[in-house]
């Protein structure tokens, strides 16, 4: 019969101790592959667990200017020192500042340079990235409206973005300052802004005929006007200040802790 050709072949396969053990008894070998199986799955899945999401990097984005490398010194020391434009990223791994878990676990914190030029660094990190803080200068937002949006949209357009659905939290900063817009407003800006530059980007890429842009996903839907709400990323937006009357509040805001937690557990 096939079956015991099978289980012969099988059999044959297994150490001699085993053998004896099996020879006649298919039963007992159905039971032990059932049990290796097992032992397999119980390892992987207690493996998984401790392990946890390899995606803990997270992406401090923005405009030069907006207070990332501030809210990163904040995170990594407690305090900020004078800040000066940044010509290359920060990062580090540390559970961030205010964590008094023992078994807090050290997350990679990237603060990226703003400058125009060198804000492209985030595609180094998208696969990695599992979440992204993205800090707005809430008193020059109205008339950074483009550059922002620019760099916002290319943030969330990008396939690790969409497909991880990565978290965002927008953080208006300044908001101590008497010419800061409200979270709400600089949504709406933020909205029109980028639903005229997805409009742009998808006639470049029909002009082009570059039907295969693999880096930039469609974002929104298809004939409505852009919002944030569309998009399958969880997004909140805090009106934060990082520094008020010149002094860095320790730790960040809670807004941004409790953004972390989950990665930092
Ligand atoms: N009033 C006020 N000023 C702030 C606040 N946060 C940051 N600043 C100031 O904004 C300026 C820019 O902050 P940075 O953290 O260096 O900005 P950045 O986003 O790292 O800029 P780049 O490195 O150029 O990309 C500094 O002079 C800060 O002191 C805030 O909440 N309120
Ligand atoms: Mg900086």
């Keep these: 019969m096939a079956g015991d050709n099978t289980v012969g072949a099988l059999t044959a396969k297994l150490p001699a101790w085993l053998t004896d053990y099996v020879k006649d008894d298919?039963?007992?070998?159905?039971?032990?592959v059932s049990t290796a199986i097992?032992?397999?799955?119980?390892?992987?899945?207690?493996?998984?667990?401790?392990?946890?999401?390899?995606?803990?990097?997270?992406?401090?984005?923005?405009?030069?200017?907006?207070g990332k490398t501030v809210l990163y010194t904040q995170l990594r020391y407690g305090k900020t020192v004078e800040?000066?434009?940044?010509?290359?990223?920060?990062?580090?791994?540390?559970?961030?500042?205010?964590?008094?878990?023992?078994?807090?676990?050290?997350?990679?914190?990237?603060?990226?340079?703003g400058h125009e030029k060198l804000r492209y660094q985030y595609t180094e990190h998208a696969?990695?990235?599992?979440?992204?803080?993205?800090?707005?200068?809430s008193t020059t937002i109205a008339r950074e409206i483009r550059s922002v949006a620019e760099y916002l949209y290319d943030i969330l357009a990008n396939r690790f973005?969409?497909?991880?659905?990565?978290?965002?939290?927008?953080?208006?900063?300044?908001?101590?300052?008497?010419?800061?817009?409200?979270?709400?407003?600089?949504?709406a800006l933020l909205e029109a802004e980028i639903d005229r530059l997805r409009a742009t980007r998808a006639a470049e890429v029909q002009s082009q005929g570059d039907e295969n842009d693999h880096d930039h996903e469609h974002i929104g839907r298809e004939n409505e006007a852009f919002k944030f709400e569309h998009l399958p990323n969880p997004i909140s937006w805090e009106?934060?200040?990082?520094?008020?009357?010149g002094v860095a509040q320790e730790?960040?805001?809670?807004?941004?802790?409790?953004?972390?937690?989950q990665l930092v557990r």
């Design 127 to 137: 696969s990695l990235t599992g979440r992204v803080i993205f800090v707005i200068d």
């Design 38 to 66: 097992l032992i397999v799955l119980t390892f992987y899945f207690l493996f998984k667990k401790t392990r946890g999401p390899t995606r803990d990097t997270v992406l401090i984005a923005g405009v030069s200017g907006a």
């Design 161 to 187: 973005t969409q497909h991880h659905e990565i978290p965002i939290l927008m953080v208006c900063n300044k908001s101590d300052l008497l010419m800061a817009l409200k979270p709400e407003r600089i949504q």
């Design 251 to 261: 730790g960040g805001p809670q807004a941004v802790q409790a953004f972390l937690r």
């Design 26 to 32: 298919q039963l007992a070998l159905v039971a032990l």
């Design 239 to 245: 009106a934060c200040s990082l520094i008020v009357d």
């Design 83 to 113: 800040t000066h434009t940044s010509m290359e990223k920060n990062e580090g791994r540390f559970v961030p500042f205010g964590y008094a878990r023992k078994d807090a676990r050290p997350i990679h914190i990237v603060d990226l340079p």
